[in-house]
């Protein structure tokens, strides 16, 4: 069992930056992939970045390539999304999920594992 909890959502101005933090329990945490979600209201849950924790490998989405950026600290069991050049289409809830293996899947129906989510809210 892998329990996750978010923090470092908040309300920016269009341009700001954030950054997100994900906390896991368990002490197998770098055998599994964790990756950020976000739901926007009125869509789809949709995949945001992946971590995986052996090989280090990061994938990024394209709608937020050049703007989000995401690390992982095995030793604090934490992965960390930064998130700068915010739009406001950003605007949503960002989960943190996990799943175990080294897969970086982006359908949520591959993930075990989900945080309560944050919020995250730029202004225009």
């Known amino acids: 069992q892998v329990q996750l909890v978010e923090s470092g959502g908040g309300v920016v101005q269009a341009g700001g930056s954030l950054r997100l933090s994900c906390v896991a329990s368990?002490?197998?945490?770098?055998?599994?992939?964790v990756s950020w979600f976000r739901q926007a209201p009125g869509k789809e849950r949709e995949f945001v970045a992946g971590?995986?924790?052996?090989?280090?490998?990061?994938i990024v989405d394209d709608s937020v390539k050049g703007r989000f950026t995401g690390s992982r600290d095995n030793a604090k069991n934490t992965v960390y999304l930064q998130m700068n050049s915010l739009k406001p289409e950003d605007t949503a809830v960002y989960y943190c999920?996990?799943?175990?293996?080294?897969?970086?899947?982006?359908?949520?129906?591959?993930?075990?594992?989900w945080g309560q989510g944050t919020q995250v809210t730029v202004s225009s």
């Open positions: 999920t996990a799943r175990m293996g080294g897969v970086i899947a982006s359908r949520t129906t591959e993930y075990a594992y």
């Open positions: 971590f995986n924790g052996i090989t280090g490998r990061t």
């Open positions: 368990g002490r197998t945490f770098s055998t599994y992939t």
